[in-house]
């Protein structure tokens, strides 16, 4: 297991490096450039990016959110430009040390919240929540303006200004897309994508829809064990993975989690974890908790005994964290509980291996 962390650039992110590297156990990041989707990222700014992390001590094999152009997932012609885009994005990622790409394929949104500070009430410290009843008020609208105010100042990954100056056009033309279609325009992108993968040695790595389940009558296709057996048989390869998220995928009760990585685990198409726990207060209702298992509802050492036993060698990172001690910063990617998280999981990972020998 490598232990990484996510991080956005020193320019957009208040953890320094040298605070990363000093984490016990830290090998690296799951690093990205600040790029709208569908952009060719430059190869002296990603180079830029690569010596600065090395400088400081860090490895950078693992790269977030190139995101996908939504032209793609809703299969208009403009979708090849993009698709030429994103192909020559993963061989510049290539030349320069990069084994795994995370990327998702939900329409519009990524990741969703209706509070992204709620205060837990039983330790004061705060955390991301979502309550569906709050979103049956509101339209996609009102809840990107929310996630705007309450973000710090802070662009969160996958709400950039810039994707989302775009959103009523896109939610239009997302109109009568069923399941079926968006799994056809992965195919079309996965066949365009997986053999040049396969060629420079990166892995694709999916991030399930989070939450998990379809949000704004938006099709959306990858929350669930099925789900992902799918996408592998879109294109079935070594370098068409998941980005298996504990929490996104967890945040629907019926997904057994640990099951899941043992699934895809066993069958070599896990590229990269993002371990975290979250408390389930009601349906389709819940908050981020910190890692343990004590204080969530997921098996945090089930978790990391699936990961020891089918996928050991796997990148991982501790995801969102609550804001403790009076930290200010990003919403979910604070210093303080992603590194205690980074403790608690490397614990475990040593009792579990000590254990096995
Ligand atoms: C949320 C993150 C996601 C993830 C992307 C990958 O905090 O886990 O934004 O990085 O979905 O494309």
Known sequence: MKMTFRWFGSGSDPVPLKYIRQIPGMTGLMGLLDKPAGVDWPEDEFKALVEEVHEAGLELEVVESVNVHEDIKMGVPSRDEY?????????????????????????????????????????????????????????????????????????????????????????????????????????????AVIPVCEDVGVRMACHP???????????????????????????????????????SLGSNPENDVVQAIRHFGEMNRIGAMHVRNLKFLGERHFRESAHLSSVGDLDMYAVMKAIYDTCPDTYIRPDHGRMIWDETGRPGYGLYDRALGVAYLTGLWEAIEKNAK
């Open 83 to 191: 698709i030429d885009n994103y192909i020559s994005t993963v061989k510049m990622l290539a030349r320069h040390g990069v084994k795994v790409v995370i990327y998702n394929f939900m329409p519009v949104f990524d990741w969703l919240r209706t509070d992204l500070a709620r205060v837990i009430p039983e330790d004061g410290s705060n955390s991301m929540y979502y309550d569906e009843r709050e979103i049956s008020g509101l339209g996609p609208l009102d809840i990107v303006r929310r996630m705007g105010e309450e973000s710090g100042g802070f662009s969160l990954p996958g709400w950039e200004p810039e994707r989302l100056a775009l959103l009523e056009k896109t939610l239009r033309q997302y109109e009568g897309m069923t399941g079926d279609g968006l799994r056809a325009n992965y195919r079309y992108f996965l066949d």
């Open 209 to 247: 829809d989070d939450p998990a389940w379809p949000i704004f009558g938006l099709p959306r296709i990858a929350h669930s064990q099925e789900d992902f057996d799918k996408i592998i048989s879109l294109r079935d390869s070594p370098a068409n993975t998941v980005c298996l998220c504990t929490g």
